[in-house]
C-alpha cells in the first residue's frame, strides 16, 4: 500500500469518524462506531513510531490501517479527505486501482465490512513530524473482494 505525506494539526475523534461516514455514505455503505480498543492500539503504536522518526511504516497488526505523516497543520477531516482522493484512481467496474497501489487508503475508507474505527496522532520531537494512524475492525482491502 502507498503511504502519502500531508500535513497535520490537532485531530480530534469527530473529524475521522464524521468524515470517514461521509465519504462512505457517498458510495451507499453504512456508517462506522469509534472504539476505543482501536483507539488504544493506534496511540500505542503512534507512540511507538516517535522513536523512529515517525516512519511510514504499517503496524502488521490485525486491523486494518492508514497512515499519514507530514509537517504543519490538518484536522482529522483533512486527513481522510486526503486518503479519499484516491477515489478517482479507483475504477469499480473492473475493481482496481488504474495505478499499483494507488488507491488502498480510499479502499479501506470506505470499506464495507470495516464497521468500528479508532484514530491517533503524535508528533514526533526529533524531526517535527506528525504521524497520523487510523485502524479498521474488521480490516479491508482483500484482493478481488469490492468494497461495497
Known amino acids: ?8 494539526a490537532s485531530a480530534s475523534s469527530n473529524d475521522f469518524l464524521d468524515t470517514h461516514n461521509a ?4 458510495v451507499g455503505v453504512g456508517p462506522m462506531t469509534w472504539n476505543n480498543t482501536l483507539v488504544a ?19 502488521q497488526g490485525i ?5 499519514a505523516a507530514g509537517y504543519g497543520e490538518m484536522t482529522g477531516e483533512q486527513a ?5 482522493t484516491e477515489k478517482t484512481m ?7 486501482c488504474t495505478e ?19 484514530c491517533a496522532t503524535t508528533k514526533c520531537s526529533n524531526n517535527g513530524l506528525v504521524f497520523v494512524i487510523c485502524s479498521y475492525d474488521p480490516p479491508g482491502n482483500y484482493i478481488g473482494v469490492r468494497p461495497y
Do not use: P
Not at 23 to 26: C, D, F, P
Not at 63 to 67: D, Q
Not at 100 to 118: F, K, M, P, T
Open 23 to 26: 465519504i462512505r455514505a457517498e
Open 41 to 59: 492500539y493506534a496511540s500505542n503504536y503512534a507512540n511507538k513510531m516517535k522513536g523512529k522518526n515517525c516512519e511510514l511504516e504499517h503496524s
Open 63 to 67: 486491523y486494518g490501517e492508514n497512515l
Open 90 to 96: 479507483y475504477d469499480y467496474t473492473s475493481n482496481t
Open 80 to 84: 481522510v479527505k486526503f486518503w479519499a
Open 1 to 8: 500500500m502507498v503511504m502519502m505525506t500531508l500535513m497535520i
Open 100 to 118: 499499483e497501489d494507488a488507491c488502498g487508503h480510499y479502499l479501506q475508507v470506505v470499506w464495507r465490512d470495516s464497521i468500528r474505527l479508532g
